[in-house]
């Protein structure tokens, strides 16, 4: 059996032995159940059929005083036996915030830690101190389980993070990360973050992201915002990232590129749920040519029945990735129990991470039909039909269909 089977197992026996009968009954449950089926063709052309099973359970007033626990993972299978599909746990603990006069919030088992130094899964602990003066004191630690695999007790990620809101209006925030793999220090590193916000009309913010081992910035981020009208905004950015990796990999060793990016978009309200949008994107590369990327368009927001989007997207590369497209979709909610849509971009290069399975897709063109359809208010099941294509990929296709029960 999986590590991840047996976390889930030992996950719910833990929880079913602590807490007393009692009050596991005055407790409330509730969470959803989703069968997944999905057919896809691997990069030897033969069709793969994975299936999965997901749960997601939340169990909240398990001591009548905000105890909690939350919990979510898989079980998956590929019933071709073409491609590898893992069972997994993707979080698991017990929460409780405001202990101890508001002071004190913790989570205890699987988790996600997310700071501007750095993010992982860990199976460990979380605690916050409040309102310690002017901040808030966060450490974490535990086992580092990013990549959902078995690891030894020396692979360990801890790290800290100090907040606060000043001046009314302004919060910064500072954090520290480090990453141990087989007794080796593999990363660290430091994180700030800034937020101002003057009188609900101008938005000012930041984060940077310092490697300290390599002595090197690894991300920056700085933007501004102008938003005082309700009928217009103006947004521009600047993004530096340049990739880590640990320290024990081989590829720490080599040159690798950094890339830059400047952003500018104007957006217009035309009328509630509607809005009109320009989007300049200046791509700045070290080993290829810098590329001016330009989208402008229309999208509904669903406030009645329509939704959807159009816009048109010029790529400028002097390297001869010039590209002349467009992005459309259309949603219609047909009544109660039918939701369902259609989409298409035509020659737009889209980068698509999917974080579950860890696979990085660039496509040239991507149609796509979607469908739910509610049978009450906790079971539907919903469809989706995907065909992508790009210069590099012949075109394949990709479907899934989802079953869910909420309970």
């Known amino acids: 059996m999986k590590a991840a089977k047996w976390l889930m197992v030992c996950s719910s026996v833990v929880l079913l032995f602590a807490i007393p009968l009692d009050t596991a009954l005055a407790a409330t449950f509730s969470g959803r159940s989703s069968t997944v089926i999905e057919f896809f063709d691997d990069a030897d052309e033969d069709t793969a059929v994975p299936v999965y099973q997901y749960l997601l359970l939340n169990v909240s007033d398990i001591d009548d005083d905000g105890l909690r626990f939350r919990g979510y993972g898989r079980l998956a299978t590929d019933t071709q036996d073409e491609v590898d599909v893992d069972s997994r746990l993707y979080y698991a603990y017990l929460e409780k915030k405001g202990a101890f006069n508001d002071r004190l919030d913790f989570r205890l088992g699987r988790q996600f830690v997310i700071t501007t130094a750095g993010a992982s899964v860990m199976d460990g602990l979380d605690l916050t101190l409040n309102n310690l003066g002017l901040v808030n004191f966060r450490i974490f630690g535990g086992g580092d389980a990013t ?36 007794s080796a220090l593999t990363k660290e590193l430091i994180g700030l973050d800034l937020d101002y916000d003057k009188e609900n009309h101008i938005n000012i913010y930041s984060e940077l992201q310092f490697n300290y081992i390599n ?38 060793v080599f040159a690798v590129d950094e890339y830059e990016e400047i952003m500018g978009e104007y957006t217009y309200n035309i009328a509630p749920g509607l809005r009109a949008f320009g989007r300049l994107t200046h791509e700045m590369y070290d080993d290829f040519s810098d590329a001016n990327v330009f989208e402008a368009g229309i999208e509904k927001i669903r406030t009645d ?33 039918l939701h369902a849509g259609v989409g298409a971009n035509i020659d737009v ?48 296709y990709r479907g899934r269909a989802r079953f869910s029960i909420s309970f």
């Open 147 to 182: 990549y959902y695999d078995n690891y030894d007790s020396d692979n360990l990620v801890w790290g800290a993070e100090v907040n606060g809101t000043f001046f009314t209006n302004l919060d910064l925030g500072l954090s520290y990360l480090q990453k141990w793999d087989n």
């Open 215 to 252: 002595d090197v910035i690894s991300y920056f981020l700085a933007g501004f915002k102008y938003y005082k009208s309700p009928n217009w905004s103006l947004r521009t950015e600047y993004l530096y990232s340049l990739p880590v990796f640990t320290s024990t990999s081989i590829y720490s």
């Open 305 to 337: 029945r329509f939704s959807g989007y159009l816009a048109g997207v010029y790529r400028d590369d002097d390297d001869g990735q010039d590209l002349k497209g467009f992005k459309a979709r259309v949603a219609y909610m047909f009544n109660e129990y």
């Open 349 to 396: 290069l889209d980068r698509r991470i999917d974080l579950e399975d860890d696979e990085d897709e660039t496509t040239s063109d991507l149609y796509w039909a979607y469908a739910t359809i509610n049978f009450n208010k906790r079971m539907n099941l919903q469809f989706k039909l995907e065909r992508a294509s790009s210069d590099l990929w012949d075109e394949y």
